[in-house]
């Protein structure tokens, strides 16, 4: 997910209100959980939603500030066979990954066994510098706004492909590197998060789905997992379909072959795709992250400074001259009255996820779906921004 201009910005603005606007008043319980006739109304919008933009299948979680959860469920998992989206069903959250990588490495920061400002090239074991800016350290934090001069094109996306490239073999081909100096600005990139990723796995002496659940997931109580074959029961696993024009969905992310694959031996030097976007969860788990993301400090997970650190705008930090960001969450400010939402979107495999929270107000919206036709109101998923709007409408006067 990139940045939004301001441009950009006015267009979510407007667009969101269009949305929301004809959602009634929404009323909560005793409970704090939305009562029948708002949930009903609020799942009829959803899904007028979702049908415009002809999603296979989705799951919202809302997050109230005062610990309630409200999860809708809607459409098909899987179509053949066919499974119905379930509070249970597990999605890939694509490029969400990216914010649960940012929690993982700033919780070896706590312990000291990661530094943000430390070079990369100190927990891979060899340089990682540009080649056309070969005096300019790379560092962690610059991995984590993506300004790091990094660029998916080229031996990246050979890599994606199947071959066999290892990281340092990336990172030592000029195609991987973008003419900027490192720092010097923000460009979106999936490289960055596989290098931040095999750091991290290398400072932690783990996998990146091993440090995910033993330092975010269990603690939080979070059916979530790093990796489609620590899914159990597997048949929870939702698809993925590409939606294009009225054409019917089209299988690309098949979750029972991925979960039937052997895992291969712990090596970030070639398994480095996972931290840009293998992650899954299920509607509760996902509403869990939120409420971390959306929390002033969890013991036991990440202190209130290191959250504060991930949703800082790191300008002028450590080296990193323009990020616009914090450390994977970009911002959406005033585009839904009453929140400052930071947070990630999440697009593959014509699925996508968004996870936003607002630390002021102590909500979040989680979402995830299983296919969807992907117009953008740019910079995010049309889909995904008018479910948002949707879901932060509904948590307008939660906390009051």
């Not at 074959?229 to 929870?236: E, G, K, M, N, Q």
């Not at 398994?271 to 996902?286: E, F, H, K, P, S």
């Not at 970009?330 to 990630?344: E, M, R, Y």
């Not at 992907?374 to 949707?390: D, I, S, Y």
Request: charge should be positive.
């Amino acid at each position: 997910m990139r940045n939004a201009t301001e441009p950009e910005l006015a267009a979510l603005r407007a667009l969101a209100a269009r949305v929301a606007a004809p959602l009634p008043p929404v009323q909560r319980g005793a409970d704090g959980k939305l009562t029948p006739e708002s949930r009903d109304a609020l799942g009829r919008a959803c899904e007028g939603a979702l049908r415009r933009h002809r999603a296979v299948g989705a799951a919202i979680a809302l997050c109230a500030p005062g610990g309630a959860t409200d999860i809708l469920c809607f459409g098909r998992a899987r179509l053949r066979p066919c499974a119905p989206v379930t509070a249970r069903t597990c999605f890939r959250l694509a490029s969400v990954s990216k914010l649960l990588l940012s929690f993982a490495a700033l919780s070896l920061c706590e312990e000291g066994r990661l530094s943000l400002d430390e070079e990369a090239g100190a927990y891979l074991g060899y340089p990682v510098r540009s080649p056309r800016h070969a005096s300019a350290p790379v560092t962690l934090r610059m991995l984590l706004t993506h300004t790091a001069a990094l660029r998916d094109g080229g031996p990246y996306a050979r890599a994606v492909e199947g071959e066999p490239l290892t990281l340092r073999a990336l990172l030592e081909d000029e195609g991987s590197w973008l003419p900027a100096r490192p720092g010097e600005r923000f460009a979106y990139c999936n490289l960055s998060a596989a290098v931040a990723g095999a750091a991290v796995e290398r400072a932690g002496g783990a996998p990146l789905s091993a440090l995910l659940r033993e330092r975010i997931f269990l603690p939080l109580g979070a059916r979530a997992y790093g990796d489609p074959r620590d899914v159990s029961p597997a048949s929870d696993l939702a698809c993925g379909y590409a939606v294009r024009g009225w054409l019917p969905p089209r299988l690309r992310y098949d979750a029972a072959r991925l979960a039937a694959r052997e895992k291969e031996p712990f090596d970030p030097e070639r398994d480095y795709l996972a931290a840009a976007g293998r992650a899954i969860a299920d509607a509760d788990g996902l509403a869990r992250l939120g409420r971390l993301l959306a929390s002033h400090g969890a013991p036991g997970v990440l202190s209130g400074a290191s959250l504060d650190e991930i949703r800082r705008c790191q300008d002028g930090t450590g080296g990193v001259e323009r990020a616009g960001r914090g450390l994977n969450v970009g911002f959406l400010p005033g585009v839904f009255p009453g929140f400052s939402p930071v947070g990630h979107q999440g697009v593959a495999y014509g699925m996508c996820a968004e996870l936003f929270a607002d630390p002021a107000t102590g909500s979040a919206v989680g979402i995830m779906t299983s296919g969807v036709r992907l117009t953008r109101a740019e910079p995010l998923a049309h889909v995904g921004l008018e479910l948002l709007a949707l879901g932060f409408a509904a948590l307008r006067g939660a906390q009051d």
